[in-house]
């Protein structure tokens, strides 16, 4: 109880030290992939003097509340600080969930994006098990049922409702095909996510290539401080060396069981295509 009265004294000492200070427009986003790294990335980006991130890492305005009339105004009150730095925001859904391209280049042309890419066999059975996870422990109700829901997001009707026992990652994936066959919803998507190649065009038309930087996660994670001068570069901010740099990963899960030959299988067919074509189109990359 003791824990839990410290936790919630912090966060509205959090809310009241930011309405004091001033607001900010985003200079930059991390817009995905879901399972990527992109928590990692956040953590380590805020650690840079010139960078603030949001508060919470990832707002979900462009994917979620721009359609239950939330205003600029309310969004851009994530990013405060003082100074002339960089502010940014990680939600990583942005770069999957449809019409939200379009909607962040209405309100922020000049904007750079950061994607991570994670191989889409392991990005999908790692959200699985998130997904697992959260049923688990309970925590469906807080962290997926009661947020609010966009016509085509299926993800709780079709992997929570009414169950007594989380589908297996087969079950999972046929729910999907299904909907993938039947033209139905835009969630939940374990294989669509992963198809990258899709999901980059619109922000390559929108923004122009030279304003995205396409990271892989082993890249991330086994080269963090390569990467994270790579970052800093894109963004023509000094570089700081990162010898300081905490590199704990963040939402790093251990499976209770692995990834069936079976199921890899299906999955290295359904994406042996769409992977050849996104590697045509940015080469290689350490994923």
Known sequence: MHSIFLSRAKVKFKKITMQLQPVHRPDFMIIGAQKAGTTSLYNYLKQHPMIVGSYPKETHYFDRDIHFNKSLTSYEKH??????????????????????????????????????????????????????????????????????????????????????????????????????????????????????????????????????????????????????????GFLDIEDIGWSFLNTTPYNARSYKEQITESDNQLLKDFYLKPNQELLGAIGHINW
């Open 79 to 232: 990013f405060v600080g003082w100074g002339k730095k960089k502010y940014f925001e990680s939600t990583p859904s942005y770069l999957y969930s449809p019409g939200t391209c379009e909607a962040i280049h209405n309100a922020y042309s000049e904007l750079n994006i950061i994607i991570v890419l994670r191989e889409p066999i392991k990005r999908a059975y790692s959200a699985w098990n998130m997904y697992k996870d959260f049923f688990e422990k309970g925590l469906v109700e807080r962290v997926i049922k009661s947020k609010p829901q966009r016509e085509g997001k299926l993800l709780y009707k079709k992997f929570y409702e009414g169950r007594d026992v989380f589908p297996s990652f087969r079950e999972c994936i046929d729910i999907e095909l299904d909907l993938i066959e039947s033209g139905m919803g835009y969630e939940p998507a374990l294989l669509r996510r992963g198809l990258y190649l899709e999901q980059l065009n619109p922000y390559w038309n929108s923004f122009g290539k030279e304003n995205i930087l396409i990271l892989g996660f082993k890249e991330l994670i086994k080269d963090t401080e390569n990467t994270l001068k790579k970052v800093t």
